[in-house]
């Protein structure tokens, strides 16, 4: 019976005999949550992901403005042209 089981006709078909029995897995639940810091509480990792989120943030704005003065400079030059 075993070879039943493990046989890859049976998978491919996709239907085994009544008369095997096939143990179907437990699910795995995962908590995202867990990683999670509690902001007031100060520590390396708490401070190193705010100072992250700022520094992104700052580099975020610098290249939209960036991006708008290039844009206006393109126009400049194809009024000018």
């Not at 890859?8 to 008369?19: C, D, K, M, S, Y």
């Not at 995202?32 to 520590?43: A, C, L, Q, V």
């Not at 990792?45 to 003065?69: D, Q, S």
Request: charged share 20%.
């Amino acid at each position: 019976m075993e070879w039943f089981k493990n046989n890859r006709f049976w998978n491919i078909l996709g239907t085994v005999p009544a008369e095997v029995e096939i143990e179907v897995p437990k699910s795995v639940s995962i908590d995202i949550m867990k990683d999670d810091i509690d902001p007031n509480e100060i520590t390396i990792e708490n401070a190193y992901k705010t100072r992250w989120i700022w520094y992104h943030t700052i580099l975020a704005i610098g290249i939209f403005f960036t991006n708008v003065l290039l844009i206006a400079i393109l126009l400049i030059l194809a009024i000018k042209l």
